[in-house]
């Protein structure tokens, strides 16, 4: 009896032991697995989820809008609204970057949800979801990370799978070159001073990199910078009136024509630090940087993706970038790519009292 009781107890320990070493094991797995992370797609209703919806848009995009050129460029703006009223805009904005490396900029909507501030954002995600499968993040994201004070970045990952601004690009990317790779980053409430500094910081670490590992600026690597323009109208818009001008034809006329000297005098020709700066004191409010002043939503993204994409050009090639505008359109302003039949839709209306301007600007 004594050397049966002793059996089963070096069963019951071995059976407890194996059990405590697999969960051990299990949980080492789960840990492994959780750094093999992927970011879902958020937006399949003004977005595609699907291949063929991505193919049946491209197919609608109007042939003025999918003219090829040999241009390259080493950065633009491009918008991120509902592909019913940008997708020709993506299309003909994005035409001349060709690099395989994209560091992609983008907007922070939700970052007031998070209390996230004063800092830009990156994600530790491996691979973004695609209507064409996953894109991969650069390597160059952890080694510039490594490069970068603790004080200029956060990484989180619920902001980053929340945002939909720049995974409005992706496809566009990865439909041009199926082996592009994206360094994703997030810009929410910052001062300018702060976002010169941070554009700096980043600008320097990707020189450096790109030096070490042969990159041409536009041939290898580009920056992409995400931003819709003027948020207008006077519905729609929670309890906030956007409509300075007034919501008849003279008003959104008035409103179009803005947006359009903002790009002439800030945006493009010779890139300035003054310049941004003034788009900046424009576009937030000068008392406090977390309000608005004109509506454009990239009021963060574009002086941050400017000041960096400028000065990187100013440690390569040691001269500012030039910007051009490839066009400016809005949501009532241009002919709609019909989405209905593809299980797509809108996710705002279109009309004088609520619309939105796109600006698609290329940097040399």
């Known amino acids: 009896m004594k050397t049966i009781k002793i059996q089963y107890i070096l069963t019951l320990s071995f059976v407890i032991m194996s059990a405590l070493c697999f969960g051990q094991q299990k949980d080492n797995e789960n840990s492994t697995d959780s750094n093999i992370k992927i970011r879902h797609l958020e937006d399949t209703i003004g977005f595609p989820q ?69 800092k830009i954002i990156f994600g530790s995600f491996k691979e973004w979801q695609t209507p064409y499968g996953t894109i991969k993040i650069s390597p160059l994201r952890d080694r510039m990370l490594s490069l970068i004070p ?39 409430y910052n001062s300018f001073e702060d976002m010169d500094t941070f554009s700096e910081v980043i600008a320097l670490a990707l020189a450096d990199l790109m030096k070490e590992t042969n990159m041409n600026y536009g041939e290898d690597l580009a920056v992409v910078i995400s931003s819709d323009a003027i948020h207008y109208g006077n519905e729609g818009w929670g309890s906030s009136n956007l409509a300075p001008f007034g919501v008849d034809s003279l008003g959104t006329a008035q409103a179009y024509e803005k947006d359009l000297d903002i790009i002439k005098n800030f945006l493009t020709e010779e890139i300035s630090k003054e310049g941004i700066s003034n788009f900046n004191k424009i576009t937030v409010k000068e ?9 454009w939503c990239g009021r963060y993204s574009i002086p941050f993706g400017v000041l960096m994409a400028n000065k990187l050009n100013l440690l390569l090639h040691r001269e500012p970038l030039q910007g051009s505008l490839v066009d400016y359109r809005s949501s009532i302003h241009n002919k709609h790519i019909r989405v209905d039949d593809l299980g797509m839709g809108t996710t705002a209306p279109a009309k004088n009292t609520h619309w939105v301007g796109y600006a698609g600007i290329k940097y040399r």
């Open 50 to 118: 699907y291949k063929w919806q991505m193919d049946s848009i491209l197919s609608r995009i109007a042939a003025e809008d999918k003219v090829s050129t040999s241009e390259i460029s080493k950065a633009v703006i491009c918008p991120h609204d509902d592909y019913a009223y940008a997708a020709g805009l993506y299309k003909k904005t994005l035409s001349s970057i060709k690099a395989k490396t994209i560091v992609l900029v983008g907007v922070a909507h939700r970052a007031r949800n998070f209390e996230l501030k004063d």
């Open 287 to 295: 008392e406090n940087y977390m309000e608005y002043n004109w509506t």
């Open 150 to 188: 603790d004080s200029t970045y956060i990484v989180h990952n619920e902001m980053m799978q929340l945002e939909h601004s720049l995974e409005a690009i992706t496809p566009f990317l990865q439909q041009k070159n199926k082996s592009v790779e994206i360094i994703p980053i997030l810009v929410p």
